[in-house]
């Protein structure tokens, strides 16, 4: 099965698919107009973790491979995913990443599965612009024994432009017509 991830519009009595990620069949199948596909996961990627909602920006983790009946405490061997997407205004979701030379990138790559998208870290002032900093945490001991690797840190811009109010919140297994 293909994963895929929806943002839902709710605006009072009108409820709409505002984008999405994944797969055309997915689309189809679900009546969703193929306009709002902001990206597709990779073939086998599944949605892992929690996703977490800072400053309009919803991230994502996945892996591939089976995680089905998987001890979630073990460290699964593949690799996995961080998406970033904006939730609001012009930019809804669309990739909230971007390399070391400022250009936008679909996602970050991970070692292994994450246990949360990301950890949530303070603000602090970055060259004038009020930054948060985004902790993507690695799970992995090297195979010598030695001590984890410490983790990535972002530093994601923080506007007004990025406040939003969740209502609620849910996840969807299977749609059944």
């Known amino acids: 099965a293909d994963y895929s991830f929806v943002a839902l519009r709710d605006a009072g009595a009108i409820r709409n698919v505002a984008w999405f990620i994944g797969a055309d069949a997915f689309a189809n199948d679900a009546g969703i107009d193929l306009s709002l596909k902001m990206d597709s996961f990779l073939s086998g990627e599944k949605v892992w973790a929690d996703d977490i909602i ?14 089905e009946n ?7 061997s593949g690799a996995g995913r961080i998406y970033a997407r ?4 012009s930019r809804a979701g669309t990739s909230a990443l971007t390399d070391a030379n400022g250009n936008t990138i679909a996602s970050l790559s991970t070692l292994q599965k994450v246990r949360s998208a990301v950890t949530i870290g303070t603000t602090s002032q970055v060259e004038g612009q009020t930054k948060r900093k985004v902790f993507i945490q690695s799970y992995t001991q090297p195979a010598d024994g030695g001590p984890e690797p410490p983790s990535e840190v972002l ?11 969740i209502k609620s919140w849910r996840e969807v297994y299977r749609i059944i017509r």
Request: charged share 10%; net charge neutral.
């Open 86 to 89: 904006y939730t609001t205004g």
């Open 70 to 76: 998987i001890n979630p405490c073990l460290t699964l």
């Open 155 to 165: 530093a994601q811009p923080v506007t007004l432009e990025n406040k939003l109010r």
């Open 54 to 67: 800072s400053d309009g920006i919803v991230y994502i983790a996945t892996v591939s491979g089976s995680i």
